[in-house]
């Protein structure tokens, strides 16, 4: 079995950010790369298109997501790793599923939550329509702390 690629979708949330951990150490044993994905969106404008909205909205909100990933890329541990990120605008279960296809990715590791505040839910939305269109296998993160609630 070969895991070249290695996807990991954040939110920027603590879960994601332990998703990625474990994304690393998985990539130091396989060998593989990773490519960290941020899906950014209008938020409460999400009814609208991107094109029909403010081009420097856009631009903003690209960059924000950007920088973000680059300074969680810095302040990792990735010393002789191949990481990526990216910044990709729309619903995120399909922005992801659509990257794992764009890239051959082998596995998806990512959060069993995220930034979402209801704590009952064992697996947050946008993990679980992951697991129901990705083409690859999904690798489920769960925080320690949230386990034992
Ligand atoms: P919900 O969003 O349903 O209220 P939640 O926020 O707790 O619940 P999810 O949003 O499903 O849970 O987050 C689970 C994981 O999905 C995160 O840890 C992260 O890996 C990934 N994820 C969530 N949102 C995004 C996003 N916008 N871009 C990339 N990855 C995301
Ligand atoms: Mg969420």
Redesign the pocket.
Known sequence: MKIETILV???F?D??DK?FATAIELARVFGSRIEL????DFGRWVTLDEATFSESLSHDLRRAAENKLESLVEHANTEGLDVSTRADFGI?SQ??TERARETSADLIV???????A?KR?F??????RTLQTSPCPVFTVVDDHEASD
């Not at 994905?37 to 950014?40: G, R, S």
């Not at 990512?110 to 979402?116: A, I, K, P, T, Y």
């Not at 697996?123 to 679980?128: C, D, F």
């Open positions: 979708p954040t939110d949330s879960h994601a998703a994905l941020h899906a950014y995120p922005v992801i990512m959060g069993s939550r995220g930034l979402g209801v839910l697996l947050g939305s946008v993990t679980a």
